[in-house]
């Protein structure tokens, strides 16, 4: 009987020990839990970078839409003044005239710089019909009508102002050159220093209307290859040469398109 009461009284104690630990270890893990929860409480949380940096983004192209780069099309019209160049002809030499000149002219400008000062690639093609005269012993004869081509670049600095929100106001100065291709002479070149005014207005912050004109004053020289000539009495065969002939006059353009950014 005395050895059942000690059994029992010793099982009680590994019971309440058991027990006493248990509940040590539970508070415990409570406190450590309470305790993770405060102090990821009072950490505020961190902030989104990312959407920060783009609404920031988003407010400048706002402001500013004009991009660093942009690439652009335009159409409108060209003209210049008139040139004089020789004609030759069953070997016989007429002094000729080239009438000013405008047609079509379409454009594909690359700008470079953005708000602020900036440089200007452009290359274009002009198309135009013009009347080619001649002057011969019996005076001026009206000649035939002959198609041009224009090859060509304008290049220069510009300066694009922002005067209000959507609109910038473009001045620049620079070279336009052309190859002129034509059936009327063997070879034609255009150089003009040329003043672009140019009004860009941004519809969105990528899409923008281009409205420009343009002045300048320059020369355009006609050429003719050396024709062989035959001396009716030596029968000697000679090349005739053909002095190049230029045609200084003014410049100007008009034309409307699209930019982008």
Known sequence: MKKLVELALASGLAFS????????????ARGAVAA????????????????????????????NPMGVAGVGLK?????????????????????SSVEARRGLQVSLPIDVGGDGF?????????????????TTSAGVQPGEQANLNAYGMYTGPTVNLHVMQPL????GAGLKAAYVHSDAF????????????????YMTNTVA?????????????????PEKVVDPVTRVVSNENQDPQAG??????????????
């Open 36 to 63: 993770s929860g405060a102090q990821a409480l009072s950490t505020p949380p961190a902030p989104l970078l990312g959407a920060s940096q783009q609404r920031d983004d988003v407010k400048k192209r706002d402001k």
């Open 248 to 261: 200084r006059a003014f410049l100007w353009d008009c034309s409307v398109g699209v930019r982008l950014p």
């Open 168 to 171: 910038y106001v473009g001045i």
């Open 17 to 28: 020990a058991v027990c006493g630990f248990a509940s040590g270890a539970s508070a415990q």
């Open 118 to 134: 900036g440089w200007r690639f452009e290359p274009y093609l002009s198309f135009a019909s013009v009347g080619v005269s001649r």
């Open 186 to 201: 063997d070879l034609a070149l255009d150089a003009y220093l040329r003043a672009p005014i140019t009004a860009t207005y």
């Open 209 to 225: 209307l281009v409205a420009e004109v343009g002045f300048g004053y320059g020369a355009s020289v006609y050429f003719n290859q």
């Open 75 to 95: 159409v409108g019209v060209a003209g210049m003044g008139e040139g004089k160049l020789s004609i030759s002809r069953d070997g016989e030499t007429y002094r």
